[in-house]
């Protein structure tokens, strides 16, 4: 494959990317309407809000409807853009369906089993009653393993539920989920272009523009909050489109790019299990020992966190992509990268009070009054 900034991808650029945009920018208007328009006023009326204390940080009562905007907004660009097959149609009824039957727990907490059990339900339904599923493991070198049923069920089953569970425990701070799953999508509509899937790149541009609608409102210091509802919808929603992505088209590591891109949530969310079983506390219970957590204990602000996890999330997805023929994307990421670190850099350092200590440099300035 050819580098995705050589003439040949540019030249095929408009037919294999452009069918994401208008569903990116449809879904994002649309959730940034939704947000004022239904989703505060509904989280105000019904009482679903987040309060202050515990293990939240926030000062203030807060909406958290915000994963009913989103969906509003990604089901607003399937209806318009996606074709009526059995596919789509499984996508938009199980995200519904995660978003619908979560706002219970953001509204009153369900009990960890009954919690666990709505994930492999959802999963569930997607696997069998929709056929969503991944029903092989490609290798390198066109080495293709297929599964048997039982094993593709559960395989399928198993990464749907780890999805929404990776999303669910990301979404500890202003921005952090909604952010890191736009680029999660962008990545894997970066794939589904280079491999000429024109379904994959307008469902992952539906996903990248209702969390890019919901970041205006989210982003630090957040006016709403996804709640549970949200981080399960997009959880399973991007578990589904990266398995539909998989089942077009045998490609070696084709879970790569989705997979690396989250690799840091997926790393923090395999650690967070283990830290509480050693600790013989449920898995279910909360705590503030997460890594965005932990970076904002060592000085780093809301948005400072996000700019750390944007920038990982990038360059490991840009990794990914290097498999798919995107190798100069990563040049393009490092760069993109290396601002992202370099201004949280100073902003600690201004926030520190850090001097230099060079009275030399004083020569190089103009004296007061000289000008």
Same mark, same amino acid.
């Given at each position: 494959?050819?580098?995705?900034?050589?003439?040949?991808?540019?030249?095929?650029?408009?037919?294999?990317?452009?069918?994401?945009?208008?569903?990116?920018?449809?879904?994002?208007?649309?959730?940034?309407?939704?947000?004022?328009?239904?989703? /505060?006023?509904?989280? =105000?009326? @019904?009482?679903?809000?987040?309060?202050?204390?515990? =293990?939240?940080?926030?000062?203030?009562?807060?909406?958290?409807?915000?994963?009913?905007?989103?969906?509003?907004?990604?089901?607003?660009?399937?209806?318009?853009?996606?074709?009526?097959?059995?596919?789509?149609?499984?996508?938009?009824?199980?995200?519904?369906?995660?978003?619908?039957?979560?706002?219970?727990?953001?509204?009153?907490?369900?009990?960890?089993?009954?919690?666990?059990?709505?994930?492999?339900?959802?999963?569930?339904?997607?696997?069998?009653?929709?056929?969503?599923?991944?029903?092989?493991?490609?290798?390198?070198?066109?080495?293709?393993?297929?599964?048997?049923?039982?094993?593709?069920?559960?395989?399928?089953? @198993?990464?749907?539920?780890?999805?929404?569970?990776?999303?669910?425990?990301?979404?500890?701070?202003?921005?952090?989920?909604?952010?890191?799953?736009?680029?999660?999508?962008?990545?894997?509509?970066?794939?589904?272009?280079?491999?000429?899937?024109?379904?994959?790149?307008?469902?992952?541009?539906?996903?990248?523009?209702?969390?890019?609608?919901?970041?205006?409102?989210?982003?630090?210091?957040?006016?709403?909050?996804?709640?549970?509802?949200?981080?399960?919808?997009?959880?399973?929603?991007?578990?589904?489109?990266?398995?539909?992505?998989?089942?077009?088209?045998?490609?070696? @590591?084709?879970?790569?790019?989705?997979?690396?891109?989250?690799?840091?949530? /997926?790393?923090?969310?395999?650690?967070?299990?283990? =830290?509480?079983?050693?600790?013989?506390?449920?898995?279910?219970?909360?705590?503030?020992?997460?890594?965005?957590?932990?970076?904002?204990?060592?000085?780093?602000?809301?948005?400072?966190?996000?700019?750390?996890?944007?920038?990982?999330?990038?360059?490991?997805?840009?990794?990914?992509?290097?498999?798919?023929?995107?190798? =100069?994307?990563?040049?393009?990421?490092?760069?993109?990268?290396?601002?992202?670190?370099?201004?949280?850099?100073?902003?600690?350092?201004?926030?520190?009070?850090?001097?230099?200590?060079?009275?030399?440099?004083?020569?190089?300035?103009?004296?007061?009054?000289?000008?």
């Amino acid at each position: 494959m050819t580098a995705f900034f050589s003439g040949s991808a540019l030249s095929n650029l408009t037919d294999h990317l452009l069918p994401g945009l208008w569903p990116l920018l449809v879904a994002l208007v649309v959730c940034a309407g939704a947000v004022p328009l239904a989703a /505060i006023p509904l989280s =105000r009326r @019904f009482g679903v809000m987040a309060e202050p204390g515990g =293990r939240h940080s926030h000062t203030n009562s807060t909406p958290l409807l915000g994963g009913l905007a989103m969906w509003i907004g990604f089901a607003t660009a399937l209806i318009a853009f996606l074709p009526r097959d059995l596919e789509t149609l499984g996508i938009l009824v199980v995200s519904g369906l995660a978003t619908g039957i979560l706002v219970v727990d953001d509204r009153r907490s369900m009990p960890p089993l009954v919690k666990l059990g709505v994930q492999v339900g959802l999963a569930v339904v997607a696997v069998v009653l929709f056929d969503i599923k991944i029903r092989f493991f490609s290798l390198p070198g066109g080495h293709i393993i297929d599964f048997a049923l039982p094993v593709a069920i559960g395989v399928s089953v @198993f990464w749907l539920v780890g999805m929404q569970n990776t999303v669910n425990f990301l979404d500890g701070s202003d921005g952090l989920a909604a952010g890191v799953v736009a680029i999660v999508a962008i990545v894997l509509m970066l794939a589904a272009g280079q491999l000429r899937q024109t379904e994959v790149v307008q469902l992952s541009g539906a996903l990248a523009g209702c969390c890019a609608g919901f970041l205006i409102f989210n982003f630090s210091p957040a006016r709403i909050f996804m709640g549970d509802s949200g981080a399960h919808f997009l959880g399973i929603a991007l578990g589904m489109i990266s398995i539909v992505g998989v089942a077009k088209v045998a490609v070696a @590591f084709a879970l790569a790019a989705p997979v690396l891109a989250l690799a840091v949530p /997926i790393v923090d969310t395999g650690w967070a299990i283990l =830290r509480r079983r050693l600790r013989g506390t449920s898995v279910a219970v909360g705590d503030r020992l997460h890594l965005h957590h932990r970076l904002q204990s060592f000085g780093l602000d809301a948005r400072q966190t996000c700019y750390v996890f944007y920038a990982a999330s990038a360059l490991l997805g840009a990794l990914g992509l290097t498999l798919f023929g995107h190798g =100069r994307v990563l040049a393009v990421v490092l760069v993109v990268t290396g601002v992202l670190v370099s201004t949280v850099a100073a902003d600690l350092l201004q926030h520190a009070g850090l001097r230099v200590p060079a009275p030399w440099l004083r020569r190089l300035l103009s004296e007061p009054g000289s000008r």
